[in-house]
């Protein structure tokens, strides 16, 4: 059985990069962003695997592994909307605390009330997969404490990680709405806007979390977090972008217009690894400027991982999945 790691309070001492007496910046109304749209670019012919990926056993996690440091924060604005009904979790899950940068994290970016959106590298190999947390704040917290347990089993065993092979995780994209648990606040941003709907693909003024009408956003890349993830990966070519969710139990892959077929591949690959439903659309309600549709079509191999649960990060079974695409981006491609 998988043990995860105890979370030790303090155990990273590390300083972030930005210094701790200096105050959050400033954030105000971003302007337009010119960010890429949707067409494709040019890529290399792409060899699909044609060996079939068998999971191995994986080494058990150590009792006590290194942490990343988290912090309480009360929450301090309300938003009203009706939740949706059914499909809800037995136990609901509260407010997480938000992951904080060490010395050697890269900020990326900061959210609308000034907390900053950090990556954490694992591996030196040129060939980046990228693992997105927390698009959706505290309403999907699990996929935060998935991304911590994921980044304690790599700082532990590091020979798992292919040498032409870099793991980049960011753990939470939206940190303003983790303290806030499982309620309408915390599965938006400090503007009310839907984080999932805020990209360049196929964006829409009406955009919808299931039978509800959601902020999508001024315009595409209208929120501090989506231009700085956008920004990122642009500047990071990553050959892989996983995005974490719950709890649809499926892993669909990135489809912008004229969109990557490897994203197809790859995450069949991912959802065969972990044991999660694939080589289905997602078709419960339309989903616009998603951000895994957007990556597609920049020509990066990207999917939506959704968890089973709503309340379990399910990290042996996504290390599986990470494991067989890191076998196919280093023998398929």
């Known amino acids: 059985m998988l043990i995860i790691g105890m979370w030790l309070a303090g155990c990273q001492t590390a300083t972030p990069t930005v210094s701790p007496t200096t105050p959050a910046p400033s954030i105000t109304a971003a302007p337009a962003v010119a960010l890429p749209t949707a067409a494709p670019r040019q890529i290399a012919t792409r060899v699909t695997p044609t060996e079939t990926y068998t999971p191995t056993p994986l080494p058990t996690l150590p009792a006590v592994i290194p942490q990343i440091a988290r912090v309480t924060i009360t929450?301090?604005?309300?938003l009203t909307l009706a939740l949706p009904t059914g499909d809800m979790p037995d136990t609901e899950v509260s407010p997480y605390p938000v992951p904080q940068p060490g010395l050697n994290d890269e900020i990326i970016g900061y959210s609308g009330e000034g907390r900053p959106i950090f990556a954490r590298r694992f591996g030196s190999g040129d060939r980046i997969i990228l693992l997105v947390g927390g698009i959706h704040g505290g309403w999907e917290a699990n996929t935060v404490e998935l991304i911590a347990g994921l980044m304690d089993y790599f700082a532990a065993n590091p020979a798992d990680i292919d040498p032409a092979v870099s793991?980049?995780?960011i753990p939470a994209l939206n940190p303003d709405?983790?303290?806030?648990?499982?309620?309408?606040?915390g599965r938006f941003n400090m503007n009310g806007a839907d984080l999932n709907r805020n990209w360049g693909?196929?964006?829409s003024e009406e955009a919808y979390w299931r039978e509800q009408r959601v902020n999508p956003g001024a315009s595409p890349f209208s929120e501090p977090e989506t231009q700085a993830a956008a920004r990122y990966i642009e500047?990071?070519?990553?050959?892989?972008?996983?995005?974490?969710h719950s709890a649809a139990n499926g892993v669909y892959a990135g489809d912008c217009?004229?969109?990557f077929a490897d994203s197809d591949t790859m995450a069949e690959i991912y959802g065969e690894a972990a044991g999660y439903r694939t080589g289905a659309p997602f078709t419960a309600y339309p989903v616009n400027g998603a951000a895994s549709n957007w990556v597609d079509g920049l020509g990066i191999a990207s999917a939506d991982v959704e968890l089973q649960s709503w309340n379990n990060p399910e990290v042996e079974r996504n290390l599986r999945g990470i494991m067989?695409?890191?076998?196919w981006v280093t023998t398929g491609r």
């Not at 929450?75 to 309300?78: A, D, G, S, V």
């Open 75 to 78: 929450p301090t604005r309300t």
């Open 167 to 169: 793991l980049i995780f």
């Open 177 to 185: 709405g983790l303290p806030y648990g499982r309620t309408a606040a």
């Open 201 to 203: 693909c196929d964006w």
């Open 235 to 244: 500047q990071l070519q990553p050959v892989v972008a996983l995005f974490y």
């Open 257 to 259: 217009a004229q969109g």
């Open 324 to 327: 067989a695409v890191m076998a």
